[in-house]
Nanobody, 123 residues
Framework: QVQLVESGGGLVQAGDSLRLSCAAS????????VAWFRQAPGKEREFVAV????????YYANSVKGRFTIYRDDAENTVYLQMNRLKPEDTAVYYC????????????????WGQGTQVTVSS
């Protein structure tokens, strides 16, 4: 059974940093793009960042570019999201997703999802 498990969320103040982890089990994702999405209360799930196979390419939402970094450790079958200079508008449940069929930026294209981890940034 394939599982993605996120961890690392929490309550922080504006300007602080957090590192989220997405650990995969059941199969290796070293050949697949893995992404982070987030969903704030009352809003749709939105793309945050994606890393392609081998970590050769990374893409970010404009709202997080320059503050967040996605990277992967394929030996550990884990993808990370380093979040710096956090803002209150970053508050959301963060999900990792893997194995998109086509479009990296569409949540509906992803086959596997984690359960999410809450990130709350106070002002």
């Amino acid at each position: 059974q394939v599982q993605l498990v996120e961890s690392g969320g929490g309550l922080v103040q504006a300007g602080d940093s957090l590192r989220l982890s997405c650990a995969a089990s059941g199969r290796t994702f070293s050949k697949d793009p893995v992404a982070w999405f987030r969903q704030a209360p009352g809003k749709e799930r939105e793309f945050v960042a994606v890393i392609t196979w081998g970590g050769g390419n990374t893409y970010y939402a404009n709202s997080v570019k320059g503050r967040f970094t996605i990277y992967r450790d394929d030996a550990e079958n884990t993808v990370y999201l380093q979040m710096n200079r956090l803002k209150p508008e970053d508050t959301a449940v963060y999900y990792c997703a893997a194995d998109p069929s086509d479009n990296y930026y569409l949540s509906s294209d992803y086959k596997y999802w984690g359960q999410g981890t809450q990130v709350t940034v106070s002002s």
